[in-house]
């Protein structure tokens, strides 16, 4: 089957993109598998598969390959005499800012291009955690309290320490601190207000077990990964981050009761549905006393999750062949005509 | 000063944007106007000035005009010899689906090229009636009690009659039945369902007052329009449909209290802020006992609520000079680069 990963993206993941393709290249390898690049200028290029290496990006080797133009149906290869078409299904691998706020998925729906990924609408509430809070006291979903700080008023903070500090935009961890007193807190404030000019503030609970489970919609139900307690540190640096975009090794399932699975389940399905069709998503959830609170949604997890899957590359071709169908509105100018007659023109 | 109109989308909405457009050739006459058209293929025509009229479109005559393409910074006509570029502010004209979905303000941030109109999050919120409740209880804005339906599950409506039927996606009264007995329901159910998936039903408050306030963010504060009480006929044919999207004329102020005026704006403001910067939107708002509901928000109201405004033509020019700035993420590879580092390449 043919698949086209696209990857990179004007976005502070960026290079965390190019590490979850690389992985995805190894994992999908049964997968008549093809490159799109988008670089932080927003131009894509078609990378050769002998060239998916970090160092192609970081020394810009990727601007001696063919450029690519978006167009109706496929990315179009430009030649002096001939254009020479990339169509087929692509998967959304761009994590962050373009791949996670819906502007990826508006030019590929634009553009009538098949992909996994989120539709707009699932990615605006799954990018800003804000949002995310908004969907869950929608649909019933129970989720940690939290205050919202903008750059112009963020004096005062209504939470007791230790709290956690998140620029309400981004995901793997960049810019989150955790604040034990209040001399951190202009420092946390800072860090996290250089990526994103609106900032969430949570309490930090400690010794709160964490789990994550990821699935899919095809074929009318839901298909649900393992369930993982990740390896927690206090805070991931670049190296953990490296591993966790780079995870290929199938992950241990957490050792919980069967109640529990069923309460992760029956709340992960509550977040997917008429939602997040198209995509494979991985909620990250907490559990305290018995309890299940969703702390994140990850639309395009890091290495889509591959890991938490039993038969990964089965899975990714059940989804590509139950993407959601695009319904575009027909025009017959019916209406000018009537007013034209009415006019009696 | 140059500004273009974008309009036209593949949407059930695409010939009163037509409408639209004409309408604001007219009452923006002191501006460079261009204008765009997306046609329902989504491929882009520069429309000449005095093609400006309902016919160019329903007879096909756009496609004799130059074809654009859309590409880092602006609009670009390819000749043979060489490319022509149509850059500057423009105005996302576009009702309905494309323009208010997200998908062209995605596309427009996305290459870069400065416009009026809703942000994909603004669109989001606004585009979708479901999405519009939700943002009404997070932000403390009093709304109408609702039903959702899906087209799987539509069998049982706990509501007394009348109720309105409304597809959750449309504006413009497309789709909508006012439904007084059981009888009437499974074909308002089925005209609804023709446009949308998804639909809402909502109690039919008869004798309610209602209120169109328009407003936009410029120099850091809201500018608002006159507050207008509609006409209200029972249900909108085209000929109303029509008047409403050609409307030119200066509207009456609503007698109401200053206090009532004040309110309003205050809901206004509570929906307004930290969302639909760098739009001019109306919100349709319910008064039931001196409450003020939100009924509906328009991102991009019918020939951009030009009647509400008492200079309509400096408010555009303050509107255009206040859009918001575009924030990109750099990339430096120093993530790669200190991967590389501690694997010792």
Redesign the interface.
Known sequence: MKLTILFGG???E???S??SAITLKEKLSEFDLSFVFCD????FYLIEDSKMK??T??KGEHKKMPKL?I??GAFTQKGMFNSKEHGGVFLNLIH???GE???I???L????IKYIGPR??A???SY?KR?T???C??RGIKRVKHEEL?VKEHDNIDMPYPIIIKPSCLGSSIGVSIVKEESELDYALDTAFEYDS?VIVEPFLEGVKEYNLAGFMADDKIHFSIVEEPHKGEMLD??K??MDFSRSEQALKADISSELETKLKQNFEKVYK?LFEGSLIRCDFFVVNGEVYLNEINPIPGSMANYLFEDFHTSLELLSNSLPHEK????D?E??????K?KGK
Not at 109 to 112: H, I, K, L, M
Not at 328 to 331: E, F, H, M, P, Y
Not at 335 to 340: E, F, V
Request: net charge negative; proline share 0%; charged share 20%.
């Open positions: 004007a976005s502070f960026h290079e965390i190019i590490v932080q200028d927003h131009s970090a160092v990006f970081s133009a167009s109706n962050g800012a373009d706020d819906g502007s998925a508006a030019l729906d634009f553009f009538s707009i609408d990615s605006v509430f800003d949002y809070k908004w969907l006291d929608a903008s609106s670049f190296e981050k490296y008429n575009r509105a027909k025009v100018y209406y000018i005509h009537n007013i034209s009415a």
